[in-house]
Every structure is written in C-alpha cells, then in structure tokens.
C-alpha cells in the first residue's frame, strides 16, 4: 500500500484538482491523508466530501500549525509500505504512484523521484526538471548536479526510511529540503525518473515566496543542516553557499539580511 500525505490550508481553488488526480491513480492500492491544517475556507467541506466518498481518504483535523506539523501528523497516521507527498494546490499524472513504484522495483534502488512540470497559475509551462533518468549512488550524490531532488514531493520513500524522521517546524523554507537529505542519509542508492509525473504550480502567495523575510532565511539554517548532516560535503557546501548568494543578490537593500546574514 502507498501513504499519500496531503497538507491542506485554505486551498480551496485547487484541492479537487489535486484530490482527483490521486483518487484516478492506475494504482488503486492508495491511502490519502488530508491533514486539515486549520482550515478557514471551504476546503475543510471539500476534504469531508471527498473522505465520504472513498474510504481510501483519511481527513485529520487540526489547527493551524504550519505545513512541517501537518506532515508530521501524516507521518504518524500512515499505514502504507511507501510514502508519497503531494501538496494540495499541485497535483500528479494518473501512472504517477504506478510508474514510480515499478521503477524502484526494476531497478532495485531505496528511493525513486520523478520530474516535475514546473507551471503557472494558468496553466503556462514553464519548465521541466529532469531531462534523463539516472541511477545514483547517495556516496555519489552532488547536490548542484541537474538530477538533484531537493523537496520531498515527487518522490515515493519505503516507510522504513522515514520511521523515526520528522519536518523541523522551525523551518518555514527548506524545511522538505532537509527531510529529504535526513532519508538519503538513511539508504544507498536512488533512481530519477526523466517522466514529468508532478505538477508543480507556482502562485505568488506560495510558501517559498510570500513569507516574511525572517522565515525566507530558514532556507540557509536548512542548509546549513544538511551539510552537517553529510560531513561537510564539498557539494553540500557549494549547494548552501549557492543559496545564500542568492538570497542576498535577491533582497540586498533588506536591513534584517544586511546585518544578521551578510555579516556571518
């Protein structure tokens, strides 16, 4: 069985989409988890309605705390033998959750992920990530590599992997970025699929983009973990300090950054 954990706030606009394209899966064996991250518009009734109408949907209820707990609160509920995370404005290909477990299977590998299609709000592509498949040795693994998976969606993960790992709450950006590199840290070997079987819609008010300049800068503290966490690595450190320059070229007149980040 697979665990497919959906964090859901107020996406109300997009949610049937997303919760449509898991439900038309090629692969029925499916628990989907929607964790309600308190929420105020009409997605609670949306994921309510759903849950009635397919007892392979599981609806958590809570308040909002932010989408690091909502994971940890699937994580926790998550029966499957995989575990998959899809974001609740995005949504998937109908053989996304078939493709990806046959390729672990085939090629007998600890994780798999698959490009994504990189769009707009209207629907206007914008780019796609992964142009071939590769298999790669985590002792090989580069960070800055063009088949580098930084997030944790678009990815299948065995639950033995994950058992035992939780998303740091006190990450706002990057927070999926360092969860992912706690699960490498764990197995040997991964597989990137070239097969765009994610969406990935970009809003203006989404999570990486909207926040205050305070929680952008959790994106370097997540990196800066993940190059502790694999010993200094050469391309962790290329990865962080890439990110970092990019932060800084981006919001340069920004006091809090001048003072607080550039310094350091």
């Known amino acids: 069985m697979i665990s497919i954990i959906v964090p859901v706030y107020n996406a109300e606009k997009y949610l049937n989409r997303c919760i449509s ?31 009635k109408n397919d007892s392979r949907i599981k ?30 404005d995005d949504y998937v290909e109908p053989d996304y959750v078939e493709k990806m477990l ?31 498949n590769k298999l790669i040795k985590i002792q090989n693994y580069n960070w800055n590599s063009s088949e580098a998976h930084c997030v944790v969606r678009g990815a299948l993960i065995p639950k033995w992997v994950v058992n035992g790992l939780e998303f740091d709450k006190k990450l706002f950006v990057g927070e999926d970025t360092y969860f992912f590199a706690q699960c490498l840290k ?15 819609v970009i809003y203006d008010k989404s999570a990486s983009h909207g926040n205050s300049i305070k929680k ?8 800066q973990k993940i190059v502790d966490l694999f010993n200094n690595n050469d391309s962790a450190k290329v990865a962080c300090a890439m990110r970092c320059k990019r932060m800084l070229l981006e919001n ?9 980040i550039l310094r350091t």
């Open 216 to 223: 952008l800068v959790t994106e370097v503290y997540a990196w």
């Open 102 to 132: 046959l390729a672990l299977k085939s090629k007998k590998v600890d994780i798999v992920y698959c490009s994504a299609v990189v769009e707009n709000i209207n629907g206007v592509f914008i780019q796609r990530e992964y142009e071939k």
């Open 21 to 51: 394209s898991l439900l038309n899966q090629t692969y029925y064996n499916l628990e989907i988890i929607l964790v309600n991250d308190g929420l105020t518009d009409n997605s609670k009734k949306i994921c309510e309605n759903a849950a």
């Open 186 to 200: 764990k197995v040997k070997c991964v597989y990137c699929m070239k097969a765009p079987l994610y969406h990935y």
């Open 59 to 88: 609806l958590i209820n809570s308040v909002n705390e932010g989408v690091s707990l909502a994971r940890n609160k699937g994580l926790k509920e998550a029966n499957g033998d995989y575990i998959s995370f899809v974001d609740s």
């Open 252 to 260: 340069k007149k920004i006091k809090y950054l001048r003072i607080y």
